[in-house]
């Protein structure tokens, strides 16, 4: 007799042919069915994000290494993400760091000229850009695996928080610049500190809950890691060195 095509892939379902095998009617839902949990799609795209998170620090670290933090003088949340393109834009860019302590007491005694601007413009554009597009990169996904009803229970809240961490990251990001854009002719070493170890708080977070997820993923039980007492010790002490490395540094 000549199979259908309906027939075939009903053969072909391994699903279709267990519910067979075992007396079941394959016409109810199934449990395949349901809201779809994705450990491991969201574990994964955490991790892109952790990567991300990593070369922000980079950037950042070559942001401060090289002396840029202080050359863009606005906060430009959206339009800030395309840099000046003509010539006049950049004048104009030029004269507002011209106002700045830092250039009127180190760099224009230095001479620094437009094209020398144009360079650490470069690395404090790019430390933002990167910025903006982590933000774009966590908060569409985590959208769309809401909207899919996606997001394994007890997860939801915590991906909201890393949202809620990367936003004020932007803010802290900002909050620093302004210190240093008037009396001072660099940014407040708190504040640097406060952004270098959120930074690496949300890398962190965003690593753990991944693995959590992946756990999850693997044995279809939740069981998020908690810090033991040596994992505490260790933790504070990065963190006491990181706070007064940075705090204290010229
Ligand atoms: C996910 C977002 C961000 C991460 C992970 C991040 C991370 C970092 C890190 C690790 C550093 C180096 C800190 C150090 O050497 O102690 C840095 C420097 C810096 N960041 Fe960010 N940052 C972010 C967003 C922003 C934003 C949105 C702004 C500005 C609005 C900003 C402004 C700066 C500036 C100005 C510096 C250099 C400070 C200096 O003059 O020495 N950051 N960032």
Same mark, same amino acid.
């Given at each position: 007799m000549m199979q259908t095509r309906a027939s075939r892939s009903w053969q072909s379902d391994p699903a279709a042919r267990y519910a067979r095998r075992n007396g079941l009617d394959p016409s109810l839902p199934r449990a395949?069915?349901?809201?779809a949990r994705r450990p491991l799609a969201i574990s994964n795209w955490l991790m892109a994000v952790a990567a991300m998170v990593f070369l922000m620090v980079v950037v950042g670290g070559i942001t401060r290494l090289t002396e840029s933090?202080?050359?863009?003088?606005?906060?430009? /949340?959206? $339009?800030?993400?395309?840099? /000046?393109? $003509?010539q006049s834009e950049w004048q104009h860019a030029f004269e507002l760091y011209q106002r700045t302590p830092e250039y009127l007491e180190i760099n224009c005694p230095a001479g620094m000229t437009l094209a020398q601007f144009k360079f650490i413009f470069f690395w404090e554009w790019l430390h933002r850009l990167i910025g903006r597009l982590i933000g774009v990169v966590f908060a569409v996904p985590l959208v769309w695996f809401a909207a899919k009803r996606a997001i394994p229970q007890g997860y939801g809240w915590k991906l909201v928080g890393l949202l809620v961490l990367g936003g004020l990251q932007g803010v802290l990001g900002w909050y620093m610049v302004m210190s240093g854009l008037?009396?001072?002719?660099?940014?407040?070493h708190f504040r640097l500190s406060a952004h270098l170890l959120l930074a690496l708080t949300i890398m962190a977070a965003c690593v753990w809950v991944a693995l959590d997820l992946r756990q999850l993923a693997k044995t279809g039980a939740s069981r998020p890691a908690r810090l033991n007492g040596s994992s505490v010790i260790v933790l504070a002490a990065l963190f006491i060195q990181l706070l007064f490395g940075r705090g204290s540094r010229a």
């Open positions: 395949t069915d349901r809201p933090g202080l050359s863009i003088t606005e906060w430009k /949340p959206v $339009t800030g993400a395309i840099p /000046p393109l $003509t008037v009396d001072r002719t660099d940014v407040s």
